[in-house]
């Protein structure tokens, strides 16, 4: 069953005709389906049913306050990576003890927050890290819990701007120093350790990665057990992929039974951190149609989002489905689909197969909703767009379209450029 489909000839997002947001919205927005999102978010969670799990929701790929606080409702917790990313999840009504922090560059100010609010674990990154964590948590009289964040050196398969879990990378500790940081973590007086955690990549899209990872999680946990250390969270990252084109990752249900068959007897709670498999195909972006220019090499078709709306194309030479909202049998051209932006790497799709489309019309670029917004910028000051959820027939504007005084916010021009 989608949630994004024709009824009669006209792209709907569940039961609301696309047309009639962008009548209400203006162009361009992003646009969520709320059945999309709980299913995907309970599909996920429910697969590892049988054993104590925690699915910690990885906000950057999505973070607006209402689907935070969607996931929240669902029993999720939240996969933070910066004091704004904890505020956010803590001002949509995260449970602290369902937070856990991780990122290679942990600001002091961030770990008090952090330590104030209360979260479930640090993963720590290095063993400096783990350092200003014990002086911070000392300092404000607390206990920090944390976990070592491994980099066991596998090769996730993905594209090389988002596999993570490899030597080369800059996050976690190598996997054969990991030992040699617990034993200092064990003896920092304001640390408390209480888990394990890697994260391999994303939009990796076999299982056989995560099945590596845990073999040799699994050995260093015992040996850190057989040292007296207590590891009772296993958080094995994110990373799980989705469907943008013609890939085919494995069924949530599929990876899961191969982490449980891994970890069924071992005595842990196992913590996952999904973000694009759970938003990621629960959004599109929708734009209008500007102006066709073509010249003896190529077409243009200029629509109103740009780079900076969503800028996977330009950056990681990403593949989005483009679909008209209004189908009707066209021919089909072959065109660039670029933005305004002033830069030749503004463009959504390249070389792309599409129906012939008019000015005025719209358009939807397909499984958006992950590092979508969440990677958009006012660059070329250009406002961000409006988020809609849609809800059975009902429309909610979950993020306003910036205005151009948003532009310009904390900006100030010092006295003197302004006496001549
Ligand atoms: N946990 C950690 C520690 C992460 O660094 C990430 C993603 C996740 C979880 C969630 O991974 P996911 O389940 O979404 O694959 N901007 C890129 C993706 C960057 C991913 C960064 N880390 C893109 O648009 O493809």
Do not use: W
């Amino acid at each position: 069953m989608h949630y994004f489909e024709y009824k009669g000839n006209e792209l709907h997002c569940e039961g609301v005709p696309i047309k009639k947001i962008a009548e209400k919205v203006g162009t361009p927005f992003y646009l969520y389906s709320y059945k999309t999102l709980v299913r995907h978010f309970n599909v996920f969670n429910q697969a590892f049913e049988g054993i104590p799990h925690l699915v910690c929701y990885s906000m950057k790929a999505n973070s607006n306050l209402a689907l935070i606080r969607l996931f929240v409702n669902l029993g999720g917790g939240v996969d933070v990576v910066s004091g704004g990313e904890l505020y956010r999840a803590v001002q949509a009504g995260a449970d602290p003890q369902k937070i856990v922090f991780s990122g290679v560059g942990k600001k002091e100010d961030e770990i008090e927050y952090a330590l104030k609010a209360g979260i479930l674990m640090f993963n720590v990154e290095s063993s400096m890290e783990l350092q200003k964590i014990n002086e911070v948590a000392g300092r404000i009289n607390k206990k920090a819990p944390i976990s070592i964040r491994v980099n066991p050196d596998i090769d996730a398969k993905t594209h090389p701007y988002i596999t993570t879990g490899m030597k080369q990378n800059k996050f976690g500790i190598d996997i054969l120093r990991a030992p040699m940081a617990y034993r200092l973590a064990s003896e920092l007086p304001n640390l408390k350790i209480v888990g394990i955690d890697c994260h391999l990549g994303s939009q990796l899209v076999e299982v056989d990665p995560f099945v590596e990872a845990l073999r040799k999680l699994k050995q260093l946990i015992n040996d850190l057990r057989q040292q007296g250390m207590e590891v009772h969270y296993l958080d094995l990252g994110g990373g799980l992929g989705i469907t943008y084109s013609d890939e085919e990752p494995p069924h949530p249900y599929e990876y899961a039974s191969n982490i449980l068959e891994e970890i069924r007897s071992f005595d842990c709670t196992l913590i996952l951190e999904p973000g694009r498999v759970i938003v990621g195909n629960a959004g599109i972006l929708v734009s209008k149609v500007l102006y066709i220019k073509e010249n003896e090499e190529k077409r243009f078709v200029i629509v109103d989002a740009a780079m900076n709306d969503l800028v996977r194309p330009s950056y990681y030479g990403s593949f989005h489905q483009i679909l008209p909202v209004q189908e009707g049998g066209r021919e089909e051209i072959v065109a660039d689909v670029v933005g305004p932006v002033c830069e030749s790497a503004d463009f959504l799709a390249k070389g792309r197969k599409i129906p012939r489309l008019n000015p005025g019309e719209l358009i939807a670029i397909m499984s958006a909703g992950a590092y979508g917004f969440s990677m958009s910028t006012n660059y070329n000051s250009r406002p961000r767009v409006a988020e809609i959820l849609v809800r059975d027939e009902e429309i909610y504007v979950i993020r306003k379209r910036e205005e151009y005084e948003d532009l310009i916010r904390g900006e100030t021009i010092p006295d003197f450029l302004t006496h001549s």
